[in-house]
Nanobody, 118 residues
């Protein structure tokens, strides 16, 4: 069974920084694309950033220049460095990964709360 566990969320003032981590564990042969999503209260879940197995990255316009996604393949971990945070970045952040193994598919973490105060 595959698990994704996020960490690093919390409360920060506007302009501050946080670094999220998401570690995958279980029966894993390979991890392809890893992503971060977020969902604010009353809103739909939205894609924040994507990183391929070759470390190619894509960002949503609303985080370009402020957030950086990276991964450490040896540890099956993806990171999201968030700088210059704004109150509108407040949301639950989820990681998502395409994992190949005895069970293949896209898996979600449980989410970590990020709250940015003004």
């Amino acid at each position: 069974q595959v698990q994704l566990v996020e960490s690093g969320g919390g409360l920060v003032q506007a302009g501050g920084s946080l670094r999220l981590s998401c570690a995958a564990s279980g029966s894993i042969i390979r991890i392809n694309t890893m992503c971060w999503y977020r969902q604010a209260p009353g809103k739909q879940r939205e894609l924040v950033a994507t990183i391929t197995s070759g470390s190619r990255t894509v960002y949503a316009d609303f985080v370009k220049g402020r957030f950086t996604i990276s991964r450490e393949n040896a540890k099956n971990t993806v990171f999201l460095q968030m700088n210059s945070l704004k109150p509108e970045d407040t949301a639950v952040y989820y990681c998502n990964a395409e994992i190949l193994g005895p069970v293949t598919g896209r898996f979600w973490g449980q989410g970590t709360q990020v709250t940015v105060s003004s």
